[in-house]
């Protein structure tokens, strides 16, 4: 196998369940040193378990509390000796509208899914431009409206995507460190197995999905975005930054889908 990221030292937010999980495990399978970051230490050491103390380091943490991020990187530094890439994965995915978001609730997710990513390239940026790194941001297709019960999180990652062309422009050329983003769709991650079923459908409810929404027939599983990570965070891809790719199977701007598709009830559809 030709391990793209042999060597290379990378922290990963949110990366003890989910899609953070999966890109956490397929760096390392890629020949990378990993910083597992997450808010639950038991979920934490069974990623651990899988990448082996060799590979990996736990951080347990929230990137709310202020220095999270220096902690982040000071832990990358001094258990791995540098740092070669962000993954910015952590958010809160929480269902709002107009009529539940008050500022507070807002600043809160704007906080954490947005405030959080910034501070973490920050306080990387001296490190990654030493070792030309980069910075990949996960996003989400939220971030062109988002739904009516997603208000506050479309909200944050459409900031989260217009910061990743910002600085993917300006630390490019300025410190050699390339950012961006991969927006997903909807994946079959166990937080969202478990927010279907406090919706109230059956347990099986991703094997029968409208066409609508799954024109495939299935929904994308966390290992599949985290294949379409390891593209941008290894060299192969030469010096593309400031960009954002949609990780969709189909034309999420301007399709018009069919005016019979079926609905799915109750649906939060998020990265």
Known sequence: MNMRLQNKVVIVTGSTTGIGKAIALRCIAEGAKVVIHGL???LGEAVMSEAGKDNAVLHVENLRNVGAAERLVDIAVKTFGKLDAVVNNAAAVLSSSIETTDTAFLEEVLRINLVAPFALIRAA??????TKGCVLNIGSVN?????PNLLAYSISKGGLMTMTRNLGDTLHREYGVRVNQINPGWVLTEREIQRKREHGLNDDW????????????RIFLPEEIAAAAICWLNDECGPVSGQVFDIEQHPFIGRNPPKDSSTIPSATKSK
Do not use: Q, R
Request: charged letters at 25%.
């Open 40 to 42: 639950e230490k038991d």
């Open 206 to 217: 991703y094997t029968e999905l409208p066409k609508v929404y799954a024109p495939s027939g």
């Open 125 to 130: 940026l001296p490190h990654l431009a030493k």
């Open 143 to 147: 971030a062109y409206s988002g739904e």
